[in-house]
C-alpha cells in the first residue's frame, strides 16, 4: 500500500470517529427537542381546575403553578427529565412512573435509603414521608433560601406536621426560641437527627452518637463527660451509661437555673432515679461535670494526680518486674540449652 493510500485510511477513520462523536453528543438534545417542551405542559398543567378521580373516588388536582416553578432550584429543567415517561402531548392518562430524585441527588438517596422514613416506607407505612413531603414537588428551593421548607428556621414545622407533640416540646425548649429569635447557633431537627440519614431515635447508633452531636456546640461540657464514669460507658459502646438526653432531656431543654429544666436542683434527684431508683437525697451531691483538670477544684484535681500517680507506678513497677523476670528465664533457658549441648557431645 502506497503513502497515499494510508494516509487516506486514517483520514477516513478519522471523517467516521468525528461523525460518531457528533451523534453521540446531539443525540440526546436531538431527543429532548422532540419531546414536550415546558411551555406545552403548562397549557394544561397551569390550568387550577385540572385534576382526575383517583381509584378510592377521590379528586387529585394536577394543576402546577408555574410561578412555584420558575422560582424554585429546578426552574432551568425540562419537566421530562424528572417525568422521562412523557414523550408526547397530550400524553396517555393513568399512572405515571414515579419520579426518581436520586437520579441527580444520588448521595442523598444513598443516605435515606439507610434511614428509618425509607424503612416505614417499605414496610408500606402511607404516612412515612418521602422527597416530595420535606421538599415539595415542582416549588423545591434550596435550604439556604429563607422561604425554602428546609431552612434551618423552618425545619421544626416542616418536621412538626408528621411529630406535633415533639414540635411542641422544642418550640417550648430554649433551643427552640432560640431558633425563633434568628440565632443561628440554635440547633433544629436536622443538626441532631440528620436532614437524610434519620435513625431510630431510641435505636443503639442514635444513642451512642448523641453526646457527639451535642458536644459539636457544648465542646467544654462534652471534654468533662468524656472523664465521667457515663462518659467512659458510651465511648466503650455501652448503652447502659446515661447519655445527655437522659439528663437534659431530648427537645424540653431549659438552662439549669430554670424550674422545668430537669436537672434543676429541685427536680435533679427525680431525673436520678430514672436509673438510680434507690438513690438517696445527697445523690445529688455527685458533681456531673467536674473538671478533673482544673486545680481550681482542689479536691478533685490531687486526687486524680494521686489515682494517676498510683496507675503509673504500679504498672511501671510490674512492666519491669516482668521484664527482667523475662531476661531471667531466657538467660537460664540458653545455659540449659548449651549445657544440655555439651551433654550430648
Not at 412523557?86 to 435515606?112: D, M, N, W, Y
Not at 466503650?236 to 438552662?255: Q, R, T, V
Not at 436520678?272 to 445529688?284: G, L, M, S, V, Y
Amino acid at each position: 500500500m502506497g503513502e497515499k493510500g494510508a494516509w487516506g485510511q486514517l483520514l477516513g477513520i478519522g471523517l467516521r470517529g468525528f461523525v460518531a462523536l457528533l451523534v453521540f453528543c446531539c443525540l440526546p438534545e436531538l431527543c429532548l427537542s422532540q419531546a414536550p417542551s415546558n411551555e406545552e405542559c403548562f397549557m394544561c398543567h397551569g390550568d387550577p381546575d385540572l385534576s382526575k378521580t383517583a381509584p378510592d373516588g377521590r379528586r387529585l388536582s394536577l394543576f402546577v403553578d408555574q410561578k412555584g416553578f420558575e422560582s424554585s432550584v429546578h426552574q432551568r429543567l425540562s419537566c421530562v427529565l424528572c417525568h422521562s415517561d412523557i414523550g408526547e402531548v397530550p400524553h396517555r392518562e393513568g399512572t405515571l412512573q414515579r419520579v426518581e430524585c436520586g437520579k441527580c441527588h444520588s448521595e442523598q438517596a444513598t443516605e435515606f435509603l439507610d434511614s428509618i422514613h425509607f424503612r416505614s416506607i417499605r414496610r408500606g407505612d402511607v404516612f412515612a414521608p418521602g422527597c416530595k413531603d420535606c421538599h415539595g414537588k415542582h416549588d423545591v428551593r434550596s435550604h439556604e433560601d429563607p422561604l425554602s421548607r428546609s431552612a434551618k428556621a423552618n425545619v421544626p414545622n416542616l418536621c412538626g406536621t408528621c411529630h406535633e407533640g415533639i414540635k411542641a416540646e422544642y418550640q417550648m425548649s430554649y433551643h427552640g426560641q432560640l431558633l425563633a429569635q434568628g440565632d443561628g447557633r440554635a440547633p433544629g431537627c436536622q443538626d441532631c437527627h440528620y436532614s437524610h440519614r434519620i435513625t431510630q431515635a431510641e435505636g443503639r447508633l442514635h444513642r451512642l452518637a448523641q453526646a457527639n452531636r451535642c458536644g459539636s456546640c457544648h465542646k467544654e461540657y462534652y471534654r468533662t463527660f468524656r472523664d465521667t464514669f457515663h462518659g467512659k460507658l458510651t465511648s466503650l459502646g455501652e448503652l447502659a451509661g446515661a447519655k445527655c438526653h437522659d439528663c437534659h432531656s431530648a427537645h424540653s431543654i431549659f438552662p439549669e437555673r430554670d424550674i422545668r429544666s430537669t436537672v434543676h436542683r429541685q427536680n435533679l434527684l427525680h431525673t436520678c432515679r430514672r436509673c438510680h431508683t434507690d438513690a438517696p437525697e445527697n445523690f445529688i451531691s455527685y458533681i456531673p461535670h467536674a473538671d478533673i483538670h482544673d486545680p481550681g477544684r482542689p479536691l478533685l484535681y490531687y486526687a486524680n494526680l494521686f489515682m494517676v500517680g498510683i496507675l503509673v507506678l504500679t504498672f511501671g513497677f510490674f512492666g519491669l518486674h516482668s521484664l527482667l523476670w523475662l531476661q531471667r528465664l531466657t538467660v537460664e533457658w540458653i545455659f540449659r540449652k548449651r549445657k544440655r549441648s555439651e551433654t550430648d557431645g
